[in-house]
Nanobody, 128 residues
């Protein structure tokens, strides 16, 4: 059974930093060919993509709203991290990690609808 478990959420003031972690188990990790993504859902809003990394070649994707402030990294899909700096109140949301086995024709998949496995989320709250 594939399981993803997020941790590291919490409450910070604007300008602060947090590091989210996503622990993955149950995947064929020796395959080392997955896209691991972070998504978030703010109160009253739809879930949106934040960042994604491919364990095939470490290609990354960032949403425009977080580029330059957030950094994604991964230990061969077993653990994926999202370092968040210069946090803003609009970053307040439940953050989810998700995983997708990369198809042969794409080195990275970051669309929400394409993800196969999801964690339960961790809450990030940024106060002004």
């Amino acid at each position: 059974e594939v399981q993803l478990a997020e941790s590291g959420g919490g409450s910070v003031q604007a300008g602060g930093s947090l590091r989210l972690s996503c622990a993955v188990s149950g995947l064929l990790l020796d395959d080392n060919d997955y896209s691991i993504g972070w998504f978030r859902q703010a109160p009253g809003k739809e879930r949106e993509g934040v960042s994604c990394i491919s364990t095939r070649d470490e290609a990354t994707f960032y949403a425009a709203s977080v580029r330059g402030r957030f950094t994604i990294s991964s230990d061969n899909a077993k653990n994926t991290y999202l370092q968040m700096t210069d946090l803003k109140p609009e970053d307040t949301a439940v953050y989810y990690c998700a995983a997708k086995k990369n198809p042969a024709w794409a080195n990275i998949i970051y669309e929400e609808d394409e993800m196969d496995y999801w964690g339960k989320g961790t809450l990030v709250s940024v106060s002004s």
